[in-house]
C-alpha cells in the first residue's frame, strides 16, 4: 500500500492544501493595499516558478529533486497548519507552491522501466479524498481546523508521505518525456483543477446553481453528496476498462455547460455528471505513454504553462465579479485535451480501489448530510436582540482562518437575529469553505441568503425564528 500511487496522492492533497493558503492569504493581506494587477502578478510568478523543475532536476538528478520538493512542500505545509501568523502563512505558503509545482512534474516524469505516471491514479484519487474531507468536516480544510485536531492529522500525512517517498525513490529512475499530444494533455491540468474548485468538485456552487441555498438547510452538503455520486461513478467506470475519453469530454462539457446555466434541480444534478468527467480526465490527461529522455523539460514547459492558465482563469473570474466565461474557456481547454490525448489505455484501476474510492465518495457525504444540525426554531418574542457582523470571509483581523471564533463570539451574544456581511460560500480564494453553512450549522439558526458576487459572494440574515417572508 505504500508506494508511488500513494506518495503522489498525499503529494497532490498537499499541493491542493498549499494552493489554497497561498491564494487565501494573497486575497486577505493585500487586497485593497495593492492592485489587483499587481496581485496577479505576484500570483503569475510564483506558479511560474514551476518552469524550473528543470534546472532543480539538472542540479539534482531524479532520486534527490523529487525528495528534495516533496519535503519542501510537506514540511512547509505542516507549518502553516501549526503557526497560522499572516505573514509567515504566506512567505511558507509560497515555498510549498513553489516546491509542489516543482515535485509534479519530477513526479511524473521520473520512473522505472515499464512503470506509467503515478498521478493517473494519485490525481483522481486525491480530488476525491479532498471532496470526502470537505463534507466530514462541514467544508473547512484540514489544515484551517483547530490546532489540536489539524496539527496530528496534517503530522501523519506528513509521515506516511515521507514512507511512501523511501519506499517510491528506492528503485533506479529515469527521466521520460511526453509526446506533443502527451504535453497538451498535461497543460491541461492546470485548467482541469480550476474547473473542479470553481464548479465541478464545489458543493456549494452545484447546489446554488440547483436553487438550493438561499432560503435556509445544509444546501453544501447537498452538493457535496450529489457530486460524490458523480465521483463514485466516475472511479467505477475507471475500474471497468471502458472507453474513457470521449466520456469524460461529453461528462466536462454537458456537466459544466448545465451547471452554469442555473436550472432548478437539473443544473445540481449536472454537477454530478460534471464531477464524474473530473475524475476520468484527471486519469486521462496524465496517463498518456512517454519516452526516456534527458531531463523533464518538456513536462516541466507543459506544466507550467498549465498552471499559467490555472492563475490566469482564477484572476479573470475573481478580480472581474465572479466572471464566468474564464471558467467556460478552461474547461473547454480540458475538453479537448482529454478528447486529443494519445488513444492509450488508461490504467484500470484495481476494483478494490475504484469500490473503496466510490464507497467514501458516496458515504461520508450521505452521513455529514444525515449528521448536519437543522436550525432549533423559536417563537418570536415582543423584542429581540439584533446583532450586524462582517464575517471578513472567515478571517479574523489578522486574516487567519477564524470560523470557530466567530462562532463563538456570536454564540456568547446569543442574538435573535443576526445579520451578515462578505458571506463567501466556496470560493478558491478563500479556502472554499462555506461561511454560512458553517455558521448557520453550529449556531442552529435559520437563514436567508443573498448572493451579490457570482453565486457564492454575498449576504445573509440568521434567525432563530421563523423567516416567512423575504423580499
Known amino acids: 500500500m505504500i508506494g508511488p500511487a500513494t506518495f503522489a496522492t498525499i503529494g497532490i492533497l498537499f499541493l491542493l492544501s498549499a494552493i489554497h493558503v497561498f491564494t487565501a492569504t494573497l486575497y486577505q493581506s493585500l487586497f485593497g493595499k495593492l492592485p489587483n494587477t499587481t496581485l496577479g502578478g505576484v500570483a503569475f510568478l510564483v506558479f511560474g516558478l514551476s518552469l524550473l523543475a528543470g534546472v532543480v532536476a539538472g542540479r539534482l538528478g531524479p532520486r534527490r529533486s523529487i525528495a528534495a520538493t516533496g519535503t519542501v512542500l510537506a514540511v512547509a505545509v505542516l507549518v502553516v497548519t501549526a503557526v497560522r501568523q499572516e505573514w509567515v502563512d504566506l512567505l511558507v505558503s509560497v515555498a510549498a507552491v513553489v516546491a509542489g509545482t516543482q515535485w509534479l512534474t519530477l513526479t511524473h516524469s521520473a520512473r522505472t522501466a515499464g512503470r506509467g505516471s503515478p498521478l493517473a491514479i494519485a490525481l483522481p484519487v486525491a480530488l476525491t479524498l479532498d471532496l470526502v474531507l470537505r463534507s466530514a468536516f462541514m467544508t473547512i480544510p484540514i489544515v484551517a481546523l483547530p490546532l489540536a485536531l489539524a496539527v496530528p492529522l496534517v503530522l501523519v500525512a506528513v509521515l506516511l508521505f515521507l514512507a511512501a517517498g523511501i519506499a517510491t525513490l528506492g528503485g533506479t529512475l529515469v527521466w521520460s518525456a511526453p509526446t506533443v499530444r502527451g504535453a497538451l ?277 440568521l434567525s432563530k425564528y421563523p423567516i416567512t417572508e423575504v423580499r
Open 185 to 461: 494533455g498535461l497543460v491541461a491540468v492546470g485548467p482541469l483543477l480550476l474547473a473542479a474548485e470553481t464548479g465541478g468538485l464545489n458543493g456549494a456552487e452545484a447546489a446554488l446553481a440547483g436553487g438550493l441555498g438561499r432560503d435556509g438547510g445544509p444546501s453544501t452538503q447537498i452538493g457535496l453528496a450529489v457530486l460524490g455520486i458523480g465521483v463514485a461513478a466516475g472511479a467505477i467506470l475507471l475500474a471497468r476498462g471502458l472507453p474513457a475519453r470521449p466520456g469524460a469530454a461529453a461528462a466536462l462539457a454537458a456537466g459544466a455547460a448545465l451547471l452554469w446555466l442555473h436550472l432548478p434541480v437539473l443544473s445540481l444534478a449536472a454537477g454530478a455528471a460534471f464531477a464524474a468527467g473530473i475524475v476520468i480526465a484527471g486519469s486521462a490527461l496524465t496517463s498518456a505513454p512517454q519516452a526516456d529522455a534527458r531531463s523533464p523539460w518538456r513536462a516541466s514547459v507543459a506544466f507550467a504553462a498549465g498552471w499559467l492558465l490555472f492563475v490566469g482563469g482564477t484572476f479573470a473570474h475573481y478580480a472581474y465579479f465572479a466572471n464566468r466565461e474564464a471558467l467556460w474557456a478552461l474547461t473547454a481547454v480540458a475538453v479537448v485535451a482529454v478528447l486529443l490525448a494519445p488513444p492509450s489505455p488508461l490504467p484500470r484501476w484495481r476494483p478494490a480501489l475504484s469500490w473503496s474510492v466510490a464507497a467514501l465518495a458516496v458515504v461520508v457525504p450521505l452521513v455529514a448530510l444525515g449528521l448536519a444540525p437543522g436550525p432549533s426554531l423559536q417563537q418570536a418574542p415582543l423584542t429581540f436582540r439584533v446583532m450586524t457582523y462582517n464575517v471578513h470571509q472567515g478571517f479574523d483581523v489578522g486574516d487567519t482562518p477564524a470560523l470557530d471564533r466567530i462562532a463563538d463570539t456570536i454564540a456568547h451574544e446569543s442574538p435573535d437575529v443576526v445579520v451578515f456581511q462578505e458571506v463567501v460560500r466556496g470560493w478558491l480564494i478563500d479556502e472554499q469553505h462555506d461561511v454560512l453553512g458553517y455558521l448557520a450549522a453550529r449556531l442552529g439558526l435559520n437563514y436567508v441568503y443573498g448572493p451579490t458576487i457570482g453565486d457564492l459572494y454575498g449576504n445573509a440574515i
